[in-house]
C-alpha cells in the first residue's frame, strides 16, 4: 500500500506498507524518516523533538547531503539544500507483495541555480522490502563540468551505543573532523565519545553490530563512509535532539566527501546508492 498522507502541520509524506516493512518518506528533502521490518525495532533512528517544520531538515532517518557534504562549500549551507528542498513525487510501484518502490525528483530551479549555479536533475530511488536500498542518482543538465560532494546521512537506531561495534574499516585511512588530523582506523569502532570521522578506501561492506542484530551496509559509487555520534555535550546542542538521544545512535554515511568528491561532465550522471539490510542474532 502506499499513501499520500499530511501531517496536522500540512507536512506532506508518503506511507508505504508491504509484507516486509514498513516506511515513511518526507516530500521535503525525499527525507526518508521511519524504515521497519514487521514486529521489529526500527532500522532508522527519529528524533522524537524533530520538527517536521518547512525548511527544517528533520533530524534523523536519512537526510540528503546536496550538492555538498557538510560545509565543503562555503556558498551553500550545511549539507546543501536538497534535503529542506521540496521533491516532487516520480513512480511508484509495488513490484510485488514484498517490494514496493519509490523515486522522487529535484530538479533547478530560479531559487535554486542563485545557490548553485548548475542546471541538474536528481532522482532519488528507494525500494522497501525485507532490506532498503537508496540510489541518488545526480544528472548534469548543464554544459559544464560539476565537481559534487553528496552523502546518505543514516541515522541507524542501535538500541544503546555502548552495544555498537563497526566492522569493515580496520586500517582504512580517515580524517578526523574535530581534531582536523589524518589517522589509520585500528581494527573495530567502538563508540565512547564524540566521533565525525570521514574515511577514505572504503570498498567493501560495513557492518553494524549492536546486541540484537548485524545490519549490513553495502555501497556502490561511493569510497568514502562518515561515522558521528556528538555524544553528550555536542547533543545538548544540536537542534532537533534531545540530551540523552546520543546514546540511542549513530550515523554512517554512504557519501563522496572530501577527496572522493566526484566530476560530472556535461550531460553526465553519478549515481551514490546503499543497501541496509539486516541479519538478526538472537
Ligand atoms: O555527518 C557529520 C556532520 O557533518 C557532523 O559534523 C554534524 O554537523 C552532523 O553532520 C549533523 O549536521 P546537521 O547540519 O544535520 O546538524
Redesign the pocket.
Known sequence: MITLKKLENGFEYIEVENQSAHAKIALQGAHIFHFARHHERPILWLSQKSDFKKGV?I?GGV?I?WPA???SNPDLP??GFA?TAMWTLGECQEIDAHTTEITLILRHNQERLKLWHYKFELCLSITISDQLTMALKTTNLDTRAMKLTQ?L?SYFDVGAISDVRIKGLDQKPYHD?LKDQEKVQEGDLFITKEV?V?YQKVDKRIQLITKDSILNIDNSGSSSL???N?WRE?CKH???MSEGDYLQFV?I?SANAREDFRIIPPGGTHILSATISKHRII
Open positions: 531538515a533530524r537526510p547531503c557534504f557538510a560545509k550545511q549539507h534535503r552523502a546521512h573532523s565525525d570521514i562518515v561515522v558521528w556528538p555536542k544540536t537542534s532537533g550515523c554515511e
